[in-house]
C-alpha cells in the first residue's frame, strides 16, 4: 500500500509510509534502533491473546501452533510486566519441493502485560497444549481491612 499515491502528502503520512515499508528487508537504509523498534512493534500487533479474569487468577490464553515449549519463552519484568515471546521457525525445504505458496507466520512474536497489584509473581504457572499457551498469574489474598486504634483517654 502506498500512501503516497493517495492526496495524503503530509509529514504524518509520510512517517507512517516509512514505518510501513520499515518491515520489508528490501530497504536497508533504515538504522539498526528503528529496524529493531519496528520489528518488535510488529511482532506484538501479530500476536493475538485473550486475557481472562478469575475469583483467583488471571489467565492469558494464546495461539502457538506448532510450537515446542523450548520456543516459548514467559517471563515477568521488574515492574510487574508479564512478557510472553519467542520465535517460530520455518521448516526445512526439501530439495525436490518447493513452495507454491507461504501463508503462515515466522519469526519473532512478543507481548507484554501490565499486571495489576494483587497479581502474585511468585507464582505463575505455563501449559502448552494443542497449540495453546495458558499463563496463569494466581492473585494475592486481599489485604484485612485494618481495625481501629483506640486510644486510652486519661484524666488529669
Request: hydrophobic share 35%; glycine share 4%.
Amino acid at each position: 500500500m502506498d500512501l503516497r499515491m493517495t492526496a495524503f502528502d503530509s509529514p504524518l503520512f509520510s512517517v507512517l509510509q516509512h514505518l510501513h515499508d520499515a518491515g520489508d528487508d528490501s530497504d536497508k537504509s533504515v538504522s539498526g534502533p528503528y529496524r529493531a523498534y519496528a520489528r518488535d512493534a510488529k511482532a506484538m500487533a501479530a500476536t493475538a491473546a485473550d486475557v481472562k479474569e478469575s475469583p483467583n487468577s488471571y489467565s492469558f490464553v494464546v495461539d502457538m501452533p506448532g510450537l515446542k515449549s523450548g520456543d516459548i519463552k514467559v517471563q515477568v519484568e521488574d515492574n510487574n510486566v508479564l512478557v510472553i515471546s519467542g520465535e517460530r521457525k520455518r521448516e526445512e525445504e526439501k530439495e525436490d519441493a518447493k513452495y507454491v505458496r507461504m501463508e503462515r507466520r515466522v519469526g519473532k512474536f512478543m507481548r507484554k502485560f501490565a499486571l495489576p497489584e494483587n497479581a502474585n509473581t511468585d507464582n505463575i504457572s505455563a501449559v502448552c497444549q494443542d497449540g495453546v499457551l495458558t499463563v496463569t498469574v494466581e492473585k494475592l489474598p486481599p489485604p484485612e481491612p485494618k481495625k481501629p486504634k483506640t486510644i486510652e483517654v486519661k484524666i488529669a
